[in-house]
């Protein structure tokens, strides 16, 4: 019976494309234009939109192999993952789904005849389980298919209906479970279908899409019921290579391998390793996958879980050994394995690793930094003679270092120290809180979103976007929203977002910005639209000639296919149904074009001259200026800046003709047109391309031929996230006014240096030598003068307690390096002691405390400072030996002596 997974997954898809599905591409992991999930968790998810009827179905029927990730929730918790036989954080779900097509009994009959005929498990150790009061599903089980009445189990709500959600589409569920035996030495003897061990594994889940919930909860036969499937491709493997352990199957076993191969340890040898060997190969995945998809790990949301995933694996490959970088050579591994299924895997391979490779160069430096810190607070703890560690510090080395509980827990109790967990549970439960805080700010409010969902709805396929081809044209407006509210009609002085059904207003999406414009019933204003919108801005008087004139602000597209115009009706009154003239600001939506056109020259550009590992991770194109993040691991230098630059340049003066054509995207991206990474493309797609090497897929507008960008001019390049760069730059007038405003700038400098503009930059290195020796000769003096008043100073020792102490008032600032060598020098001439000195800084002043070293483990410099500092309100820390405080009050420094003193005392 054992298959390979490659053979399960493809059976499963060739079956249901003989029974007439559409077989259909797996969506991304980063769900798109769905701010309710966190990642991709299911096979249906792409189909949503279909299922609540928001948008046409692709195929009456369609089956996919989706990736999927869960990361969290009770059955997914990531400190399971590696340790039990079936967590995991990325999978693969297997689906069949009827669009109002079919129902039960196909569904039924057809997870039947593929468990059974195709795949080849045995009936004798299959179970179901239907939804109790599904008498439907119960009769074709055991009438039309012949299972054994005794091994069809009706279950509850909790385990066998499902819904979207509150409101919306729900239904029964029906289950396949296959009976694994008594398991090793008898452990699953006594277990029944309602235990929670693998004994009897659901392999699929069956789900009948047959009614709709209202807000009472109150429950409608849907018109046309769907089927929605879902069958774990690990779990199904398993079952047919007959293990008990997804990760003995082929889909994990080689990536244990290679985790096996790179730590030199032997998988089975040892329990905890093999956990570690189980985590990085999972996490593998999970990283590949997503960076795959365009995620990059970050210190927010969805980029968070994936730094999260990373840095588990990492500390496990730590824990077994591995103290080099490892992860890549894992990616590569899960590449090689399922880069053929997934070809946007080997697509993306210099990107994946890439970043692979970067996140852990980082973590590892983290790393090192946590366990000091850790070491410091079970140091800390020794003095204090306490032995458990802070939930606050415990949720630090979590949040903040990626340490696991564990870890810290392994590490602490070789020290003899426990851990506060219910302290650490508060501090989680915090984040938590925020994190859902966070997550519910959504943009606009609940009044908004409904009324944009029912428009969607009601004008779907009655919406049509005419402005590639003109700036103007007629519409009729089909709804009118103000105050939360839909009006039939809008009197003069009201903002209003409206509806029409045809409308070269661009809305913003893509990263470029919606168009600006007039809306008429009559002639344009002689002033013409730009200027119009101006004055109205500006709160001036604006001149329609006709019956009605309104000015558009913005213009978005709030859910697919639905394109809201915002602004204010200025003239007459706006009613629903008439039509209108509809005319963008051109001059505005033409600098737009320009900066749009000029990304993906810049995108060209930055591959040519950078690495093919160079993709798009952002961009806004404004009227004014554009910016374009992208995946590069280091600052660009100069000339690379310059080249870039130039190869853009050189491509405008060719004046390429702009071609755009709209084909199949699988067609597009065979043909090797880029896609931004994170946008969401239909099965049909607009191609745009300016060169044979500048082909990629765009709804945007742009420009005719390449020569109409005029000059393009980078402003400013930095560094916005770990592996993440931003160029800023203009295009056309934008570019001659910022190279204008430069060259100004510089005829200014040569003109102050009175040199020639050529030479300013030698001129400035001569400046700032001149600096730096004048600086050094000042630290010259400043020292010797310290010397000269360090010799009377011990005159002024006190003791406190059995501690000698020091305290001196300085009169004049001194830079922080003096600063620290004076301390240094008094402390040496003390000896046996502790020094604070008070220094002027402006209107503050600043404290620089040194410790003898007899004395740092009871009177630490770092934590001495921080209560000193704190009497004259200022802050600071530093060393055991030495450290420094500002921004305190200098009516107060006498306070902060005093506190010394007092803190020497009891010692």
Same mark, same amino acid.
Request: glycine share 10%.
């Given at each position: 019976?054992?298959?390979?997974?490659?053979?399960?997954?493809?059976?499963f898809?060739?079956?249901?494309?003989?029974?007439?599905?559409?077989?259909?591409?797996?969506?991304?992991?980063?769900?798109?234009?769905?701010?309710t999930?966190?990642?991709?968790?299911?096979?249906?998810?792409?189909?949503?939109?279909?299922?609540?009827?928001?948008?046409?179905?692709?195929?009456?029927?369609a089956?996919?192999?989706?990736?999927?990730?869960?990361?969290?929730?009770?059955h997914?918790?990531?400190?399971n993952?590696?340790?039990t036989?079936?967590?995991?954080t990325?999978?693969?779900?297997l689906?069949?789904?009827?669009?109002?097509?079919?129902?039960?009994?196909?569904?039924?009959?057809?997870?039947?005849?593929?468990?059974?005929?195709r795949l080849?498990?045995?009936?004798?150790?299959l179970?179901?389980?239907?939804?109790?009061?599904?008498?439907?599903?119960?009769?074709?089980?055991?009438?039309?298919?012949?299972?054994?009445?005794?091994?069809v189990?009706?279950?509850?709500?909790?385990?066998?209906?499902?819904s979207?959600?509150?409101?919306?589409?729900?239904g029964?569920?029906?289950?396949?479970?296959?009976?694994?035996?008594?398991?090793?030495?008898?452990?699953?003897r006594?277990?029944?279908?309602?235990?929670?061990?693998?004994r009897?594994?659901?392999?699929?889940?069956?789900?009948?899409?047959?009614?709709?919930?209202?807000?009472?909860?109150?429950?409608?036969?849907?018109?046309?019921?769907?089927?929605?499937?879902?069958?774990?491709?690990?779990?199904?493997?398993?079952?047919?290579?007959?293990?008990?352990?997804?990760?003995?199957?082929?889909?994990?076993q080689?990536l244990i391998?290679?985790?096996?191969?790179?730590?030199?340890?032997?998988?089975?040898?040892?329990?905890?390793n093999?956990?570690?060997?189980?985590?990085?190969?999972?996490h593998a995945?999970?990283?590949?996958?997503?960076?795959?998809?365009?995620?990059l790990?970050?210190?927010?949301?969805?980029?968070?879980?994936?730094r999260?995933?990373?840095r588990?694996?990492i500390?496990?490959?730590?824990?077994?050994?591995?103290?080099?970088?490892?992860m890549p050579?894992v990616?590569e591994?899960?590449?090689?394995?399922?880069?053929?299924?997934?070809?946007?895997?080997?697509?993306?391979?210099d990107?994946i690793?890439?970043?692979?490779?970067?996140?852990?160069?980082?973590?590892?430096?983290?790393?090192?930094?946590?366990?000091?810190?850790?070491?410091?607070?079970?140091?800390?703890?020794d003095t204090?003679?306490?032995?458990?560690?802070?939930?606050?510090?415990i949720?630090k080395?979590?949040?903040?270092?990626?340490?696991?509980v564990?870890l810290?827990?392994i590490i602490?109790?070789?020290?003899?120290?426990?851990?506060?967990?219910?302290?650490f549970?508060?501090?989680?439960?915090?984040?938590?809180?925020?994190?859902?805080?966070?997550?519910?700010?959504?943009?606009?409010?609940?009044?908004?979103?409904?009324?944009y969902?029912?428009?969607?709805?009601?004008?779907?396929?009655k919406?049509?976007?005419?402005?590639?081809?003109?700036?103007?044209?007629?519409?009729r407006?089909?709804?009118?929203?103000a105050?939360?509210?839909?009006?039939?009609?809008?009197p003069?002085g009201v903002?209003?977002?409206?509806?029409?059904?045809?409308t070269?207003?661009?809305?913003?999406?893509?990263? /470029?910005?919606?168009?600006? *414009? !007039? +809306? &008429?019933v009559? %002639?344009?204003?002689?002033a $013409? @639209?730009?200027?119009?919108?101006?004055?109205?801005?500006?709160?001036?008087?604006?001149?329609?000639?006709g019956?009605?004139?309104?000015?558009?602000?913005?213009? /978005?597209?709030p859910?697919? *296919? !639905? +394109? &809201?115009?915002k %602004?204010?009706?200025?003239? $007459? @009154?706006?009613?629903?149904g008439?039509?209108?003239?509809?005319?963008?600001?051109?001059?505005?939506?033409n600098?737009?074009?320009?900066?749009?056109?000029?990304t993906?020259?810049?995108?060209?550009? !930055?591959?040519?001259?950078l %690495?093919?590992?160079?993709k798009?991770?952002?961009?806004?194109?404004?009227?004014?200026?554009?910016?374009?993040d992208?995946?590069h691991?280091?600052?660009?230098?100069?000339?690379?800046?310059?080249?870039?630059?130039a190869?853009?340049n050189?491509?405008?003066r060719?004046?390429?003709?702009?071609e755009?054509?709209?084909?199949p995207?699988?067609?597009?991206?065979?043909?090797?047109?880029?896609?931004f990474?994170g946008?969401?493309?239909?099965e049909?797609?607009?191609?745009?391309?300016?060169?044979?090497?500048?082909?990629?897929?765009c709804?945007?507008?742009?420009?005719?031929r390449?020569?109409?960008?005029?000059?393009?001019?980078?402003?400013?390049?930095?560094s916005?996230?770990?592996?993440?760069?931003?160029?800023?730059?203009?295009?056309?007038?934008?570019a001659?006014?910022?190279?204008?405003?430069e060259?100004?700038?510089?005829?200014?400098?040569?003109?102050?240096l009175?040199?020639?503009p050529?030479a300013?930059p030698?001129g400035?290195?001569?400046?700032?030598?001149?600096?730096?020796q004048?600086?050094?000769?000042?630290?010259?003096?400043?020292?010797?003068?310290?010397?000269?008043?360090?010799?009377?100073?011990?005159?002024a020792?006190?003791?406190?307690?059995?501690?000698?102490?020091?305290?001196?008032?300085?009169d004049?600032?001194m830079?922080?390096?003096?600063?620290?060598?004076?301390?240094?020098?008094?402390?040496?001439?003390?000896?046996q002691?502790?020094?604070?000195?008070?220094?002027?800084?402006?209107?503050?002043?600043?404290?620089?405390v040194?410790v003898s070293?007899?004395?740092?483990k009871?009177?630490p410099?770092?934590?001495?400072?921080?209560?000193?500092?704190?009497?004259?309100?200022?802050?600071g820390?530093g060393?055991?030996?030495?450290?420094?405080?500002?921004?305190?009050?200098?009516?107060?420094?006498e306070?902060?002596?005093a506190?010394?003193?007092?803190?020497?005392?009891?010692?």
């Open positions: 019976m054992a298959r390979t997974s490659r053979e399960v997954r493809e059976e898809l060739k079956y249901f494309e003989a029974q007439g599905h559409k077989r259909m591409h797996s969506s991304s992991l980063i769900p798109l234009g769905d701010p999930l966190l990642f991709t968790n299911a096979g249906m998810n792409q189909f949503k939109d279909v299922f609540t009827g928001k948008v046409q179905r692709p195929a009456p029927s089956t996919t192999a989706q990736k999927c990730m869960r990361v969290s929730g009770k997914n918790d990531l400190e993952v590696g340790r036989a079936r967590h995991h990325f999978f693969e779900m689906g069949n789904f009827s669009f109002g097509d079919y129902f039960k009994h196909e569904a039924i009959r057809y997870g039947y005849e593929l468990v059974v005929e080849g498990i045995d009936p004798n150790k179970w179901f389980t239907v939804y109790k009061d599904d008498d439907e599903a119960y009769q074709i089980w055991t009438r039309e298919i012949g299972a054994p009445a005794d091994r189990v009706r279950m509850d709500e909790k385990s066998n209906f499902w979207m959600g509150d409101v919306g589409p729900c029964p569920c029906s289950e396949i479970h296959v009976d694994q035996g008594e398991g090793v030495n008898g452990v699953w006594d277990e029944t279908i309602w235990g929670d061990s693998d009897f594994l659901e392999i699929w889940n069956l789900v009948f899409m047959q009614f709709y919930r209202d807000e009472t909860g109150k429950m409608t036969p849907l018109p046309s019921p769907s089927v929605d499937t879902g069958a774990g491709l690990e779990r199904m493997t398993a079952v047919l290579q007959g293990k008990t352990s997804n990760y003995e199957t082929d889909l994990f080689p391998a290679k985790a096996s191969e790179l730590c030199g340890k032997l998988y089975r040898s040892n329990p905890e093999d956990v570690s060997m189980q985590v990085i190969a999972d995945r999970a990283t590949t996958f997503l960076i795959g998809d365009g995620m790990p970050s210190n927010e949301h969805r980029g968070y879980v994936l999260r995933i990373m588990r694996a500390r496990h490959g730590h824990r077994l050994g591995l103290d080099r970088v490892f050579d990616c591994t899960v590449i090689r394995e399922m880069g053929d299924v997934y070809p946007e895997l080997v697509r993306n391979r990107f690793l890439n970043v692979a490779r970067e996140e852990e160069k980082s973590f590892r430096r983290t790393l090192a930094a946590g366990l000091e810190i850790l070491g410091e607070a079970i140091a800390r703890l204090e003679r306490q032995n458990v560690i802070p939930g606050d510090v949720f080395l979590y949040d903040t270092f990626g340490f696991p564990d810290t827990e602490a109790g070789e020290r003899g120290k426990t851990l506060d967990q219910d302290g549970a508060a501090e989680m439960e915090k984040q938590r809180a925020r994190g859902r805080a966070s997550w519910k700010k959504g943009e606009g409010d609940e009044d908004m979103a409904r009324l969902g029912e428009a969607q709805a009601e004008f779907k396929d919406i049509a976007f005419t402005g590639y081809e003109r700036d103007e044209g007629e519409g407006v089909l709804a009118i929203f105050g939360g509210r839909r009006l039939g009609e809008a003069e903002d209003v977002e409206i509806v029409v059904d045809k070269p207003f661009y809305a913003e999406s893509g990263g /470029q910005v919606g168009d600006r *414009g !007039l +809306i &008429v009559g %002639g344009l204003p002689e $013409g @639209v730009g200027q119009t919108i101006e004055v109205a801005a500006q709160g001036g008087e604006t001149v329609f000639p019956d009605l004139g309104m000015v558009v602000m913005e213009t /978005q597209k859910l697919e *296919g !639905l +394109i &809201v115009h %602004g204010r009706v200025l003239k $007459g @009154v706006l009613k629903a008439v039509t209108v003239r509809l005319a963008v600001d051109a001059e505005r939506r600098h737009t074009r320009r900066n749009h056109s000029a993906h020259l810049l995108q060209y550009a !930055l591959r040519s001259t %690495g093919t590992h160079v798009q991770s952002g961009s806004w194109v404004g009227p004014d200026r554009l910016r374009f992208f995946t691991f280091q600052a660009i230098k100069p000339e690379e800046l310059q080249r870039i630059e190869i853009v050189a491509k405008v060719q004046n390429a003709p702009v755009t054509v709209v084909k995207l699988d067609v597009a991206q065979k043909e090797g047109a880029i896609a990474f946008e969401k493309y239909g049909v797609v607009r191609v745009v391309t300016m060169s044979a090497e500048s082909v990629e897929l709804g945007g507008t742009h420009v005719s390449t020569g109409d960008i005029g000059l393009f001019k980078i402003l400013h390049e930095s916005i996230a770990s592996g993440v760069r931003r160029i800023e730059a203009a295009t056309g007038l934008g001659v006014e910022a190279a204008q405003t060259s100004r700038a510089l005829a200014e400098a040569a003109a102050i009175s040199t020639a050529q300013v030698e400035i290195r001569a400046l700032l030598e001149q600096q730096r004048d600086r050094k000769r000042i630290e010259q003096l400043q020292r010797e003068k310290a010397r000269l008043q360090s010799a009377g100073l011990l005159d020792v006190q003791t406190a307690g059995k501690v000698r102490v020091l305290c001196v008032k300085l004049e600032e830079d922080p390096k003096t600063l620290r060598d004076y301390a240094q020098e008094v402390l040496d001439k003390l000896g002691g502790v020094l604070c000195l008070a220094v002027p800084a402006g209107d503050k002043v600043g404290f620089t040194a070293a007899d004395l740092q009871a009177l410099a770092g934590k001495t400072i921080a209560q000193v500092a704190a009497a004259a309100g200022a802050k820390g060393r055991p030996d030495l450290a420094q405080a500002g921004g305190g009050d200098p009516s107060k420094v306070a902060a002596f506190k010394l003193k007092e803190l020497a005392a009891a010692v």
